[in-house]
């Protein structure tokens, strides 16, 4: 973990100078008590019948911005209000990617792919390619 090689350690969230966090289990808490939302949402459209899809997706769209900043304000300590009003998408996003990468989660979900039985693991890797594609569509 340590220092990120040629990456950020500090970068500004609208008026302040944040550091990129290192992922403690009180922090990796915080954030799967919230992330819930977002699983919600996956099952929420997958459930959803093809022809209604772009509706949802669209909609889709602002409540994935908003839990961008509502990770942001959890890992960061900012207040949301803050955020909205002073922090842009751009420094939201790029906050998280730098945490995720520091943090070097993708190992880390590789690692506990081994605890976790074989259906379940097909999840994770999918969740994983995702946030893969994601990071390098920044």
């Known amino acids: ?31 799967t008590d919230h992330i ?6 996956l099952v929420q459209l997958f459930l959803t019948p093809e022809t209604d899809r772009s509706v949802f997706i669209v909609a889709g769209a602002d409540v994935a911005i908003d839990e961008i900043y509502e990770l942001t304000s959890l890992l960061s300590d900012i207040d ?13 996003s790029e ?19 081994g605890l976790i039985p074989p259906a379940a693991q097909q999840f994770v890797q999918s969740i994983v390619k995702r946030m893969n ?3 390098q569509e920044q």
């Open 1 to 31: 973990m340590g220092a990120l090689l040629g990456k950020k350690e500090v970068l500004k969230l609208g008026r302040r100078q944040v550091t990129v966090p290192k992922l403690t289990r009180n922090r990796m808490k915080k954030l």
């Open 133 to 135: 594609q994601a990071l």
């Open 95 to 113: 906050y998280l990617k730098l945490a995720w990468e520091k943090n070097d989660m993708n190992a880390a979900l590789k690692n506990l792919t």
């Open 36 to 41: 819930g939302t977002i699983g919600n949402f």
């Open 80 to 92: 949301i209000e803050e955020l909205s009003e002073h922090a842009s998408l751009a420094e939201c």
